[in-house]
């Protein structure tokens, strides 16, 4: 069974910038495809950033240039560097574990994806 953690969220100002770390369990991590989704309020869960065994990585379109995603292995983490974040990224962002880390989000949830619980990222003034 796969488990990944996420952590790092919190209150932050239109502008600033945040890190989320996510952490696997009960897996090696190096050999894995893992991404980022949110879920803002009202709206189906999206695909931001996945990251290959590979390091190897995609981005849905309306972050990328602010948004690094990156993985250490040694650590068993992943991490989403999140810059000039905006009030319309406030959202639930998932880490998960197993994906299909190809060009088109869509496809990225397998159907043996795991994810994590979700750590709340508020952008407001």
């Known amino acids: 069974q796969l488990h990944v953690v996420e952590s790092g969220g919190g209150l932050v100002q239109p502008g600033e910038s945040m890190r989320l770390s996510c952490v696997g369990s009960?897996?090696?991590?190096?050999?894995?495809?893992l991404a980022w989704f949110r879920q803002a309020p009202g709206k189906e869960r999206e695909g931001v950033s996945c990251i290959n065994s590979r390091e190897g990585t995609h981005y849905v379109d309306s972050v990328k240039g602010r948004f690094t995603i990156s993985r250490d292995n040694a650590k068993n983490t992943v991490y989403l560097q999140m810059n000039s974040l905006k009030v319309e990224e406030t959202a639930v962002y998932y880490c998960?574990?197993?994906?299909?880390?190809?060009?088109?989000?869509?496809?990225?949830?397998?159907?043996?994806?795991?994810w994590g619980q979700g750590t709340q990222v508020t952008v407001s003034s």
């Open positions: 009960g897996f090696t991590l190096d050999y894995y495809a």
């Open positions: 998960a574990d197993n994906v299909e880390c190809i060009d088109n989000p869509e496809y990225w949830i397998s159907p043996n994806i795991a």
